[in-house]
């Protein structure tokens, strides 16, 4: 088996996904990084149910598994397999490195969660500057606001002041 120092932090990056709103990596990418077949990775999840509840990992369906196969090249032998692939949740790849409890399974979780770690931290910069992006198209729609009132001022100076015509003659009251 390769040794887990030549696994690098883009490589743990490109196996997550976010699916239902959650940022996960799938069985058949988790068990490779943690040099095990998925056969073995879902036994031992299964054999350690209590330690994975829902938020740690669930199984796709259907049309989420056709959603991955078409996104992930290495994926495509996944097409072929009757079942339906586990996607593990941050929590749920660091509790499956537990189970496994191999050295590699140790030495790579600490990549997993840096990827995770990084990806939070990406999310939360671009939420940060999308917020700054609406604050701005604020200001730029209340600066043209502004404007087009200085325009619209500065073009009645510039019309003549109409005088009042004022009658020829005497006024009778």
Known sequence: MPSSKLITLPQVEKTIFLMRGE????????????????????????????????DFHFQLTKSE???????CDDLK???????????????????????????????????????????????????????KLNLLENKIVNHDFQIKAIFDAIKQLMEPPQKKKSLIGFERK
């Open 65 to 71: 598994k056709e959603e991955v196969i078409t996104i």
């Open 23 to 54: 940022k996960i990596i799938l069985d058949t990418h988790l068990a490779k990084l943690y040099g095990v077949t998925t056969r073995v990775l879902n036994q031992a999840v299964k054999r350690n149910k209590r330690r994975f509840p829902d």
């Open 77 to 131: 032998t996944l097409r072929f397999y009757r079942g339906l692939p586990y996607a593990f949740t941050e929590h749920g790849a660091i509790m499956a490195a537990s189970i496994l409890n191999s050295d590699r399974a140790i030495d790579v979780s600490v990549y997993v969660v840096r990827a995770f770690v990084k990806l939070r931290e990406t999310l939360s910069a671009h939420r940060q500057i999308a917020k």
